[in-house]
């Protein structure tokens, strides 16, 4: 009886550790707190944060990441400039380095708006804190998918790739919202 109750202690010691590993170096659950990313994410959205994705590699154009906005708080949003990147809009268009570059995923949100407003307001990275002409090394530019109702880089500045927590990669609850992210 004894070593039963050992075995049952060991096992979920075992299992307790392999969850804090887990949790502390794979992967992390994150809500959704906020309109910024719809119509891609909602409020109240439960996603999996990838930790491992930029251990292994670097963002890409358009990965959805968490980071670190302040020592409480973190914020969804989507990458949009990478090191090297000069970003502007005009006409509601996404100019990377001088050149157009379509956003499907901002289609739904686009429609919602019926054309009365711009979805993006114009803008230059000379015009936004740090006045930068280009992302620097080691930091990335992001913005939300509802670009008029998002706290991101327009107001952030660059964020530091040290800041991030992960990529999201499923969003599993509520049920009938369940995907892959991106």
Do not use: C
Not at 52 to 69: K, M, W
Not at 87 to 94: E, G, R, T, V
């Amino acid at each position: 009886m004894k070593q039963q109750w050992l075995d049952w202690i060991k096992a979920f010691l075992i299992a307790g550790v392999l969850a804090i590993v887990v949790r502390v170096f794979l992967f992390a659950p994150v809500v959704v707190e906020g309109p910024s990313m719809l119509t891609t994410l909602h409020s109240g959205d439960h996603l999996i944060v990838s930790k491992l994705n930029y251990t292994l590699g670097s963002p890409e154009r358009f990965d959805i990441v968490v980071f670190h906005a302040t020592e409480r708080k973190d914020y969804i949003k989507r990458v949009i400039g990478l090191p090297g990147d000069y970003i502007a809009y005009k006409d509601d268009q996404l100019y990377v380095n001088g050149k157009a570059v379509d956003e499907p995923f901002l289609e739904e949100r686009k429609q919602q708006l019926n054309g009365n407003r711009p979805l993006t307001e114009d803008f230059k990275m000379e015009e936004l804190p740090g006045e930068y002409q280009e992302v620097p090394e080691g930091y990335l530019f992001v913005l939300g998918d509802n670009r008029n109702n998002s706290t991101d880089s327009r107001m952030l500045g660059m964020i530091d790739q040290d800041q991030m927590v992960g990529e999201a990669v499923i969003s599993y609850w509520p049920l009938n919202r369940i995907q892959l992210v991106n």
